[in-house]
């Protein structure tokens, strides 16, 4: 108890309400890119993760991703209604920090990674489906990949570096989207219909939500209010100013305009992808980071459209392809001008990238396959999608009995 550091403590709380932040953020961010008719549907997707996961994480999701190791593949029972975990004395995780601040901050990571998910099957997904895979994921997929990297398990003891969510949170659930877009299947009349972005402030305050929020996720994995913290919160805002100038350039390239919604996905892809790296490298390296994740999620986009997969608002392109970069550039560019911020010791980067590469391949495999289990099992019990007359009407109506814009359809 006596290493418990009150300045740490309110950082990792404050931090923990800056990624809650994110969640409602992503809401406006994917309410935005929607059709008005299912606007309030997709921001419930969000707001109601909040709801499943919060509890889930408190009765049974901390315990099986940061209990007691398990053979190196899940946590133990032993933190089961938070039993055993103080609100005073620091846990085995954090050493400067109650063991229950840890606990909330880690909840906040789980909360929005299947809110990510949500955007690859918008205005066709039951909610009732839409609850039970929440659960399902939540406890099947991330609970176990967080144990791995960060809980005491096999890829964290492998030497897979992930600072602050690339593997676990991002391409986690990038992959669960992309099994999502082909077992779902397409929207009604994909591709024969405009189906654009119906309120583009709501993208644009959505980003810069994440944007604000995304300190609190990166800057606070650091779990101290100290020089890595500080690094944390440069390379992510340099990444994602990168990002974003590399996918207005290449829309205005393209397209021949600077597009509104390509800044907001840009800046985005920016902040996943320098997330993994976020305490190991650099503010120069975050730059290279930033460009590559606007040119190479800015390309995925386009080939996921080419393949006619309808992962609606470009889950795989941003959270897939520009983690799975910023995973290989951790191990490119780890301890370039971090600016004393802390000792690495001696690195091997072509060691490291290798060890990278391995922590990539299992984050494909684990979250695309389980993914597919889990929606192919409700798929053939309860059902996944809605009939057309109510995808049709749009599942503001149909599900939820409210309308974002009454007496309108657009």
């Given at each position: 108890?006596?290493?418990?550091?009150?300045?740490?403590?309110?950082?990792?709380?404050?931090?923990?309400?800056?990624?809650?932040?994110?969640?409602?953020?992503?809401?406006?961010?994917?309410?935005?890119?929607?059709?008005?008719?299912?606007?309030?549907?997709?921001?419930?997707?969000?707001?109601?993760?909040?709801?499943?996961?919060?509890?889930?994480?408190?009765?049974?999701?901390?315990?099986?991703?940061?209990?007691?190791?398990?053979?190196?593949?899940?946590?133990?029972?032993?933190?089961?209604?938070?039993?055993?975990?103080?609100?005073?004395?620091?846990?085995?995780?954090?050493?400067?920090?109650?063991?229950?601040?840890?606990?909330?901050?880690?909840?906040?990571?789980?909360?929005?990674?299947?809110?990510?998910?949500?955007?690859?099957?918008?205005?066709?997904?039951?909610?009732?489906?839409?609850?039970?895979?929440?659960?399902?994921?939540?406890?099947?997929?991330?609970?176990?990949?967080?144990?791995?990297?960060?809980?005491?398990?096999?890829?964290?003891?492998?030497?897979?570096?992930?600072?602050?969510?690339?593997?676990?949170?991002?391409?986690?659930?990038?992959?669960?989207?992309?099994?999502?877009?082909?077992?779902?299947?397409?929207?009604?009349?994909?591709?024969?219909?405009?189906?654009?972005?119906?309120?583009?402030?709501?993208?644009?305050?959505?980003?810069?939500?994440?944007?604000?929020?995304?300190?609190?996720?990166?800057?606070?994995?650091?779990l101290t209010a100290g020089g890595s913290a500080s690094l944390a919160f440069m390379v992510t805002n340099t990444a994602a100013a990168a990002?974003?100038?590399?996918?207005?350039?290449?829309?205005?390239?393209?397209?021949?305009?600077?597009?509104?919604?390509?800044?907001?996905?840009?800046?985005?892809?920016?902040?996943?992808?320098?997330?993994?790296?976020?305490?190991?490298?650099?503010?120069?390296?975050?730059?290279?980071?930033?460009?590559?994740?606007?040119?190479?999620c800015f390309g995925a986009m386009f080939l996921i459209r080419r393949l006619r997969i309808d992962d609606s608002l470009d889950v795989f392109?941003?959270?897939?392809?520009?983690?799975?970069?910023?995973?290989?550039?951790?191990?490119?560019?780890?301890?370039?001008?971090?600016?004393?911020?802390?000792?690495?010791?001696?690195?091997?980067?072509?060691?490291?990238?290798?060890?990278?590469?391995?922590?990539?391949?299992?984050?494909?495999?684990?979250?695309?396959?389980?993914?597919?289990?889990?929606?192919?099992?409700?798929?053939?019990?309860?059902?996944?999608?809605?009939?057309?007359?109510?995808?049709?009407?749009?599942?503001?109506?149909?599900?939820?009995?409210?309308?974002?814009?009454?007496?309108?359809?657009?």
């Amino acid at each position: 108890m006596d290493l418990v550091n009150s300045g740490d403590t309110a950082w990792v709380l404050a931090s923990s309400a800056l990624v809650l932040l994110m969640t409602p953020g992503l809401a406006f961010f994917y309410g935005g890119l929607v059709r008005s008719k299912s606007v309030v549907g997709v921001i419930m997707h969000s707001f109601m993760a909040m709801g499943i996961v919060g509890v889930v994480w408190v009765l049974w999701g901390y315990s099986l991703a940061f209990g007691p190791d398990w053979g190196s593949f899940i946590g133990k029972l032993d933190y089961v209604g938070l039993r055993n975990v103080s609100a005073v004395e620091a846990g085995p995780w954090a050493d400067t920090i109650p063991h229950m601040t840890f606990v909330i901050f880690q909840g906040m990571f789980a909360i929005i990674t299947p809110a990510l998910i949500t955007g690859a099957f918008v205005e066709r997904m039951k909610f009732s489906a839409y609850i039970i895979f929440t659960i399902a994921w939540v406890t099947i997929v991330y609970a176990p990949m967080a144990h791995w990297v960060w809980g005491g398990g096999w890829l964290g003891g492998f030497g897979v570096m992930d600072f602050a969510g690339g593997a676990v949170v991002h391409m986690n659930s990038g992959l669960a989207a992309l099994a999502a877009a082909i077992i779902v299947g397409r929207r009604l009349r994909h591709g024969q219909e405009p189906m654009d972005s119906h309120n583009v402030p709501f993208v644009i305050l959505g980003a810069s939500l994440l944007w604000f929020g995304w300190f609190g996720f990166n800057a606070g994995s650091a779990l101290t209010a100290g020089g890595s913290a500080s690094l944390a919160f440069m390379v992510t805002n340099t990444a994602a100013a990168a990002a974003a100038l590399t996918w207005v350039g290449l829309s205005w390239h393209f397209s021949g305009k600077p597009s509104a919604v390509g800044a907001a996905a840009g800046a985005v892809a920016g902040l996943v992808a320098i997330t993994p790296a976020a305490g190991f490298v650099g503010p120069m390296p975050a730059i290279v980071i930033g460009m590559g994740a606007g040119a190479f999620c800015f390309g995925a986009m386009f080939l996921i459209r080419r393949l006619r997969i309808d992962d609606s608002l470009d889950v795989f392109a941003v959270h897939g392809i520009g983690g799975t970069w910023g995973a290989l550039a951790t191990g490119i560019f780890v301890a370039v001008g971090t600016a004393g911020a802390f000792d690495l010791g001696d690195i091997d980067r072509l060691e490291q990238v290798g060890k990278q590469i391995v922590g990539i391949a299992v984050t494909w495999g684990w979250s695309f396959t389980l993914t597919a289990a889990i929606l192919l099992a409700i798929k053939y019990t309860i059902g996944l999608r809605v009939d057309e007359p109510m995808e049709e009407q749009g599942l503001d109506i149909g599900i939820h009995g409210d309308e974002a814009y009454p007496g309108t359809f657009r």
